[in-house]
């Protein structure tokens, strides 16, 4: 299991699986609301991105408010990644934990001045973080 993953499963007791999903709905929302660059320095942090991302970008386009998350602002794009969490059945209080493990384990990983940068650059990030 992946050490994000492990960390999640422990603190939050949601399935591994969910975490996964959690940590994927996550990711993808920064990845739309970020540059390249950045998205590269975060996925140098999560050695499985791409599997989380995937699982993710699946399921993505298939709902309403993720069909419209991708083409409109981050702020809607946070209430689609918010409801796509609570589909999971994660509790605010889990997806904040979620969140904040997951920029947690960034900074650990690519140090938190980069994370922090690319934080600054969503503003919606921190309503779930």
């Known amino acids: 299991m992946h ?8 603190k ?18 920064i990845s739309k609301n970020c ?9 140098d942090a999560f050695p499985k991105a791409e599997e989380f991302l995937g699982q ?4 993505d386009s298939s709902g309403l408010l993720g069909g419209l998350a991708s083409k409109m602002s981050s702020t809607v794009g946070v209430l689609a990644a918010l409801n ?3 589909s999971l059945g994660l509790s605010m209080g889990q997806i904040q934990s979620v969140a904040k ?5 960034a900074k650990e990983n690519v ?16 309503q779930i973080a």
């Not at 050490?3 to 422990?10: C, G, K, S, W």
């Not at 993710?56 to 399921?59: G, I, L």
């Not at 493990?101 to 384990?105: D, E, L, N, P, R």
Request: aromatic share 4%; hydrophobic share 45%; proline share 2%.
């Open 3 to 10: 050490r994000l993953i492990n960390r999640i499963v422990q």
């Open 12 to 29: 939050t007791e949601l399935e591994e699986d969910t975490a996964k999903a959690a940590v994927g709905v996550i990711l993808n929302f």
């Open 35 to 43: 540059s390249s660059e950045d998205m590269e320095v975060l996925m």
């Open 56 to 59: 993710q970008e699946a399921k």
């Open 84 to 86: 796509e969490l609570t």
């Open 101 to 105: 493990m997951t920029i947690k384990f």
């Open 111 to 126: 140090g938190d001045e980069k994370v922090d940068a690319i934080i600054k650059k969503i503003p919606s990030l921190s």
